[in-house]
C-alpha cells in the first residue's frame, strides 16, 4: 500500500513541474521598434505554418520583443497587431516569412507597425494562353489611381507576382496593370481597368488576386498621373 504522505508530496511535486520548451523544436524571436506611443499598450504575435495551424502570443509593446516557442519545422508567417488598453487595433506590422524548415530557432525584425497605410499583394496572368515570352514583356507597371494621386509600382514579369506586400496609402482606387517591353517601356498588354479597390488603413494586407492582361494591338496607353492638387 502507497504511504498516504508519499501519495500527497508525488501529487504537490508533479502540480509544480515546470513545463519546459521542446529542445528539438525551433523558436522565433519577434522583436519590434519602439513605436508604442501613449497609445500602444500590447503587441499580439500571430505565427501560421504552411499547414494553417496558429499559435498567438500577447506581450507588453515596450519589451520590444517575444519568444514564439516549439513551432512546426516548417514555413512560418509571422503577423502582429498593435493594440490599445481595450484590445483595438492602432496599426499592424507587415506579415513576414520565417523559414525553420532546418529546425534551427530564427530572430525576425518588425520594423514598424503601420497606422496611416496598408499593404496589397498582386499576381498576374494573360489572356488566351499568352506569356509575359510571347507579348515580349519584360517588366510589369501597377497602375493604382484615385483622382487625387497616382500610385505606380512594377517588377519583373516573368514571376508573376510582385512576392512581396506593397505599401499603400488608404483610400478607393481604380486598379490597372499593364506589361512592359525592353527598351521604350511601351506598354504590350494591359488588364482591363477595376473601379473600387478599397484600401484600408492601420496595416491591413490586402490580396488583390491575379489580374488577367490582354495583348494589345498595336501597344496599349498608359493613363498619365492626375495634375496635382492647388497647394499640393
Given at each position: 500500500?502507497i504511504?498516504l504522505?508519499?501519495?500527497?508530496?508525488?501529487?504537490?511535486?508533479?502540480?509544480?513541474?515546470?513545463?519546459?520548451?521542446?529542445?528539438?523544436?525551433?523558436d522565433?524571436?519577434?522583436?519590434?521598434?519602439?513605436?508604442?506611443?501613449d497609445?500602444?499598450?500590447?503587441?499580439?504575435?500571430?505565427?501560421?505554418?504552411?499547414?494553417?495551424?496558429?499559435?498567438?502570443?500577447?506581450?507588453?509593446?515596450?519589451?520590444?520583443?517575444v519568444?514564439?516557442e516549439?513551432?512546426?519545422?516548417t514555413?512560418q508567417?509571422?503577423t502582429?497587431?498593435?493594440?490599445?488598453?481595450?484590445?483595438g487595433?492602432?496599426?499592424?506590422?507587415?506579415?513576414?516569412e520565417v523559414?525553420?524548415r532546418?529546425?534551427?530557432s530564427?530572430?525576425?525584425?518588425?520594423?514598424?507597425f503601420?497606422r496611416?497605410?496598408?499593404?496589397?499583394r498582386?499576381?498576374w496572368?494573360f489572356?488566351?494562353g499568352?506569356t509575359?515570352a510571347?507579348?515580349d514583356a519584360t517588366?510589369?507597371?501597377?497602375d493604382?489611381?484615385?483622382?487625387?494621386?497616382?500610385?505606380?509600382?512594377?517588377g519583373?514579369?516573368?514571376g508573376g507576382?510582385?512576392?512581396?506586400?506593397?505599401?499603400?496609402?488608404?483610400?478607393?482606387?481604380t486598379?490597372q496593370?499593364?506589361?512592359?517591353?525592353a527598351?521604350?517601356?511601351?506598354?504590350?498588354?494591359?488588364?482591363?481597368?477595376?473601379?473600387?479597390?478599397?484600401?484600408?488603413?492601420?496595416?491591413?494586407?490586402?490580396?488583390?488576386?491575379?489580374?488577367?492582361?490582354?495583348r494589345?494591338t498595336?501597344?496599349?496607353?498608359?493613363?498619365s498621373?492626375?495634375?496635382?492638387l492647388?497647394?499640393?
Open positions: 500500500m504511504d504522505r508519499l501519495a500527497v508530496l508525488f501529487a504537490a511535486t508533479v502540480g509544480c513541474m515546470r513545463v519546459y520548451p521542446d529542445p528539438e523544436l525551433p522565433v524571436i519577434v522583436e519590434w521598434p519602439d513605436t508604442c506611443g497609445d500602444g499598450v500590447t503587441v499580439r504575435i500571430d505565427v501560421v505554418s504552411a499547414d494553417g495551424s496558429a499559435i498567438s502570443r500577447d506581450a507588453t509593446c515596450a519589451d520590444g520583443s519568444r514564439v516549439d513551432l512546426e519545422r514555413s508567417t509571422i502582429a497587431s498593435l493594440l490599445d488598453a481595450s484590445g487595433v492602432l496599426g499592424r506590422a507587415m506579415p513576414s523559414d525553420l532546418a529546425g534551427h530564427r530572430r525576425t525584425y518588425l520594423p514598424e503601420a496611416d497605410h496598408s499593404f496589397y498582386i499576381a496572368t489572356e488566351g499568352e509575359c510571347s507579348v517588366t510589369m507597371l501597377i493604382l489611381q484615385n483622382g487625387e494621386r497616382a500610385l505606380w509600382d512594377g519583373p514579369c516573368a507576382t510582385l512576392g512581396y506586400p506593397v505599401p499603400v496609402e488608404p483610400g478607393t482606387y486598379l496593370l499593364f506589361a512592359r517591353r527598351g521604350d517601356d511601351a506598354a504590350v498588354a494591359a488588364s482591363q481597368p477595376r473601379p473600387d479597390v478599397i484600401i484600408p488603413d492601420r496595416g491591413v494586407l490586402v490580396d488583390l488576386g491575379a489580374i488577367a492582361l490582354t494589345c498595336p501597344l496599349c496607353g498608359i493613363p498621373p492626375p495634375e496635382p492647388p497647394g499640393g
